[in-house]
Nanobody
Framework: QVQLVESGGGSVQPGGSLRLSCAASRSGFSIGTMGWYRQAPGKQRELVALISNNGTTDYGDSVKGRFTIARVNALNTVYLQMNGLKPEDTADYYC????????WGQGTQVTVSS
């Protein structure tokens, strides 16, 4: 079983910053790719950022240059630093982890509004 504990969501004004964290507990498997997806009301879930276990990253086009993903393997934790937030970044953000299968967090809400 894998449990994901997310933290760091909240409300911020446009141009502000937030950092999301996701800690994974796992049993018996090595953690592979970790990352974040998001889903805004009425829209499909979309890729925000992924990071492999060797540090290779992939970002959604809408967040490139503003968001940074990182991981600490010793802590089984992935981080998402979000700078220059825009109202269109408002969404529920879901942690994703591949540990012998795909696992999702419960989601943390990010609201960007003035």
């Amino acid at each position: 079983q894998v449990q994901l504990v997310e933290s760091g969501g909240g409300s911020v004004q446009p141009g502000g910053s937030l950092r999301l964290s996701c800690a994974a507990s796992r049993s018996g498997f090595s953690i592979g790719t970790m990352g974040w997806y998001r889903q805004a009301p009425g829209k499909q879930r979309e890729l925000v950022a992924l990071i492999s276990n060797n540090g290779t990253t992939d970002y959604g086009d809408s967040v490139k240059g503003r968001f940074t993903i990182a991981r600490v393997n010793a802590l089984n934790t992935v981080y998402l630093q979000m700078n220059g937030l825009k109202p269109e970044d408002t969404a529920d953000y879901y942690c994703y982890v591949n540990v012998g299968g795909d696992y999702w967090g419960q989601g943390t809400q990010v609201t960007v509004s003035s």
